[in-house]
């Protein structure tokens, strides 16, 4: 079992589903590391994005709103930063702010970029995971640091009766080295 196979699995997974759609940067051409664990998901299921993570988050509650699960791809945590004001103050209390009539389900896929073979440096390398979890308080926040939780953390996700959105956080020095 290794980490880059169980993401391809869940992604492969969620691909099947009718309901979803994948958007963010290098969905659908090769850019960085979560492209490569998206080549089993039809191509007419991605949206490619540019370098706006504050709309692409906002993008991706509206797309959720419609009934779609949106899997959401930033490739660095440090760049999910930029979309901190949909992601908290509008994902995170939509439930509240509607009376829990609004429950769209965002799923949000972010790495802590590698620093082995090549540190990337800190604007590409933070692990905010501790913040997150504080910041946040409807959205789930999952750190995926074992090969064998990917799958089962995915799956329950999607199958979610309520509803949640959640915050899966990757680890890129673990796409080779787990």
Not at 21 to 43: C, D, H, M, R
Not at 103 to 122: E, H, M, N, Q
């Amino acid at each position: 079992m290794k980490y880059k196979n169980e993401l391809i699995k869940s992604m492969s997974f969620l691909g099947q589903k009718k309901d979803t759609i994948f958007l963010g940067q290098s969905v659908s051409y090769s850019g960085n590391a979560i492209y490569n664990t998206l080549k089993e998901v039809p191509l007419n299921k991605k949206i490619e994005m540019p370098v706006f993570e504050d709309v692409q988050m906002g993008i991706s509650i509206g797309m959720a709103l419609n009934n779609y699960v949106v899997i959401s791809c930033f490739p660095r945590f440090d760049f999910l930063i930029c979309a901190m004001n949909q992601l908290v103050n509008h994902l995170d209390k939509i439930r509240q702010m509607s009376r829990n009539e609004m429950k769209p389900k965002v799923l949000i896929r972010t790495s802590i970029g590698s620093k082995s073979p090549l540190d990337g440096g800190p604007q590409h390398t933070q692990n905010y995971t501790n913040e997150m979890k504080k910041i946040l308080s409807e959205v789930k926040v999952v750190f995926l640091d074992k090969p064998k939780m990917i799958f089962p953390a995915f799956k329950k996700a999607y199958e979610d009766k309520n509803s949640h959105s959640y915050l899966f956080i990757e680890h890129g020095d673990f796409y080779n080295q787990k």
